[in-house]
């Protein structure tokens, strides 16, 4: 069995960090805190990066309409049915969760911390949208609580970033993971596979550039297209290649291959909403992905970090 999972995977996977940090089921609460982006807003550029969905990358989150408060009981209310005994972490997860002044932040941080049983806060955002007070905020805050901030990476290759338009700079990710780590915050990283034009060879790439900074875990995607969005026209103009199922089982297991064994896999697969989806379909389901992973990685008998041990040798 590989050594960082409770099921035979063979990957370090959220539930066995949980488990170990926590010693009980720990339950990640989508929340939807209002914030937009410098990426909508003009401060750094307009209209979002293409894929983003009206909701932020929030779809599963919480009912915007209602307080955070009201969205963390009502999502609470029915998890707790099934796992009675469950911790919570809250989870900020749509637009970027740090873009508002600091007493904003604080207040809606904390009214959800309050609540009992949370044993900490995951926050997505931009590495371009952390303001030192922020960055002085969370690291206080770590000392109560859990923090987790999950950055937007995507991809390291300048010609798709400025083509997704994501409009910060690999340097400055790499300067946040720093100040982040620095004030021992765990950092989370999204990657996104099947970006249009990039080749197999610059996913891997993404993820080896990655294996050599000091995060704490990752997400990795599959390319949503979905409704109403700038890549949704892209696709109907271009028809880009979209990755086969087969493919991105692939690609994801050599990229696990180069990720150092302690890295935590936070997502392996994407989580659309059918109703917006429009490619690719294989998506919706979500298990037979994770399933096909598992025995994929079985039959070649290989696991995370595996080619890092054959590098080492």
């Not at 009912?63 to 999502?75: M, W």
């Not at 029915?78 to 970027?96: D, N, V």
């Not at 995951?122 to 030192?132: G, H, K, Q, S, V």
């Not at 946040?176 to 970006?195: A, C, D, P």
Request: net charge positive; with cysteine.
């Amino acid at each position: 069995m590989f050594q960082y999972s409770l099921d035979n995977k063979r990957y370090h996977t959220l539930n066995y960090h949980y488990k170990e940090k926590y010693h009980c089921k720990v339950i990640k609460v989508s929340l939807n805190a209002g914030f937009t982006c410098p990426n909508i807003d003009g401060k750094v550029g307009y209209g979002g990066c293409i894929y983003c969905s009206k909701s932020g990358s929030g779809d599963f989150g919480g009912d915007i309409s209602k307080s955070l408060s009201e969205q963390f009981d009502e999502i609470k209310e029915k998890l707790s049915k099934k796992w009675p005994r469950g911790k919570y972490i809250a989870y900020f997860q749509a637009h970027t969760n740090t873009y508002a002044p600091l007493s904003v932040l604080k207040e809606k941080y904390e009214s959800v911390l309050k609540k009992d049983n949370v044993i900490g806060i995951a926050i997505a955002t931009r590495p371009d949208a952390i303001e030192d007070e922020v960055l002085d905020y969370l690291e206080e805050l770590n000392k109560n609580t859990d923090v987790t901030v999950e950055l937007g990476l995507q991809t390291i290759h300048e010609d798709t970033a400025k083509l997704i338009n994501r409009c910060h700079s690999l340097n400055q990710f790499e300067e946040m993971v720093k100040k982040l780590r620095k004030r021992n915050i765990e950092v989370v990283v999204h990657i996104i596979n099947g970006l249009p034009y990039e080749t197999k060879e610059m996913m891997i790439e993404t993820v080896k550039y990655l294996n050599h900074l000091d995060i704490n875990g990752i997400k990795i995607h599959m390319l949503n297209i979905v409704k109403d969005t700038p890549l949704a026209t892209l696709y109907q103009e271009k028809k880009f290649k979209v990755l086969s199922k087969e493919e991105y089982i692939d690609i994801v297991i050599q990229q696990l291959e180069y990720l150092r064994p302690e890295i935590v896999i936070h997502r392996i697969t994407s989580d659309p909403d059918p109703k917006n989806l429009i490619e690719p379909t294989w998506l919706i389901k979500k298990f037979c992905v994770l399933n096909d992973i598992d025995k994929e990685m079985k039959k070649r008998n290989t696991y995370q970090g595996k080619k890092l041990e054959k590098n080492a040798l």
